[in-house]
Every structure is written in C-alpha cells, then in structure tokens.
C-alpha cells in the first residue's frame, strides 16, 4: 500500500516525484535524512537492524551524540533512555544477542535519542506476543502523555491501534481508503471489505 515508502519520503531515504514534504511549514524534501532528524523527525524500522556488536547502551548513545557535546553525555542521556524502555539492566550485552521483542524496544530507544518531536515507528509490534505487544503499547503511551511526543505508526495489531491512536488512516492499495476515530474506522464497510471480504461488509 506504500505506508512505508511514505516514512521514506518523511523521512529523506527517497526523494518525491512529484508534490512536496513539509514539516513545521517548511519544506523537507530533497534534504539528508541526518538534516531531517535534526529538524526533530525520528524513525524506526520494520527490518531492526542494531550495531551487533556494538553494546546496548552504546546504540542508544550513538543517537544521543546528534544532541550531545560528547560520548559521556550521550551515554548519560542513553542510561535514562534504556530505563524507559525497561532495557537498562542489558545495556553491557551487545545488540546482537538481544530477543526479537528487546531488540524492537532498542530501534525505539535509538530513534528516541534524537530527542526528536515527531517520531515515526514502522511496525514496531510485528511479531511481538500479546503480553509483549501491551508492554510496547504502555511505554509509548507513557512517551506520547509525558514527552508530548507526536506519534506517527505503521501498525497492522489492531490492540496496539486501538490503545494507541487518536486517528486513524487505512490504506489499501495505495489509496486512502477511510480516515477517523479507531472505533469509527473498524466499523467502516470499505475496511470490513478490504481486509475481511464483501459478504464480512454486509
């Protein structure tokens, strides 16, 4: 449907064709992506890909060092990061050895330490379990309510959705095909069609 190349164009991995990206009134297209974290934009990736061997702290502070005046800084604002996101007690053990869901909390602490106003989370609950999926859901929560955060999410867990988000897009195909309230688009006939089948519509 193109929702990520959408964070791609947000975020400077791909140039539009045509129209314009602007963020805070100000056009950001056609600018580095490292311009348009320091313009406040942050992301996450579908695919996390950490410094393997690299240490969990040293991941976070590498994204710290954009705001920071050196690495001690950096690893000071990563230590409180890394506690937000309930990783502090790993953060000696390198990126690699970390579990799918401690691995998905790390790409959030990484984008975090931008200190960015905007941050863009690409399928962060994929294949997460339920119980490790409401524990995602209650520390972005907890960041959007108390950092006013803006959140913007790629999400296909309907529970992460609905605990999460203030509204909602669904797209299909490309197009946008409802927009709204959570509650409202679950019930739309367009999205029941879309995703469970006409006779599901009616």
Known sequence: AGK???FNLIAGVFAPDEGEVRYAGARIDGQAPEKICEAGIARTFQIVKPFPDLSVLDNVAIGAMLR???MPQARREADGILRKLDLFDKRAQKAGSLTLPDRKRL???RAL???PR?????EVMAGLR???TDRMVGVLRDINRHDKLTIVMIEHVMRAVMALADRVHVLHHGASIAEGAPQDVTQDSKVIESYLGRKAAH
């Open 68 to 70: 920071a005046s050196d």
């Open 118 to 122: 905007v941050i863009l989370l690409d």
């Open 107 to 109: 790409e959030v602490a």
């Open 130 to 132: 339920p119980t490790e």
């Open 113 to 115: 330490a931008t200190k």
């Open 4 to 6: 990520t190349t959408l």
